[in-house]
Nanobody, 118 residues
Framework: QVQVVESGGGLVQAGGSLRLSCAAS????????IGWYRQAPGKQRELVAT???????NVAESVKGRFTISRNNAKNTVYLQMNSLKPEDTATYYC????????????WGQGTQVTVSS
């Protein structure tokens, strides 16, 4: 089993920055990648960024150039640095761990709220 816990959300003004953290614990050897997703009220869940075990990253076009994903393997923690935040970035942000065996994002955190005021 793997547990992931998000932290770092909050209220920020447009143009500001936040850094989200996703700490993984448990059987972390069974994880291939960590992804950040977000979901705003009334909208579908959206993939924001992923980082795999080799450090390869993918970032959604909607946040490219503003958001950066990184990892600290020693701490089993993945970060999402969010700069130049916009009101449309307001959402609950979830961290998810991809299982090596199935390729599914099987393990999910409880989410952290990010609110960007205009």
């Amino acid at each position: 089993q793997v547990q992931v816990v998000e932290s770092g959300g909050g209220l920020v003004q447009a143009g500001g920055s936040l850094r989200l953290s996703c700490a993984a614990s448990g059987s972390t050897f069974s994880i291939n990648a960590i992804g950040w997703y977000r979901q705003a009220p009334g909208k579908q869940r959206e993939l924001v960024a992923t980082i795999n075990s080799s450090g390869g990253t993918n970032v959604a076009e909607s946040v490219k150039g503003r958001f950066t994903i990184s990892r600290n393997n020693a701490k089993n923690t993945v970060y999402l640095q969010m700069n130049s935040l916009k009101p449309e970035d307001t959402a609950t942000y979830y961290c998810a761990a991809q299982e090596v065996v199935t390729g599914l994002y099987k393990y999910w955190g409880q989410g952290t709220q990010v609110t960007v005021s205009s």
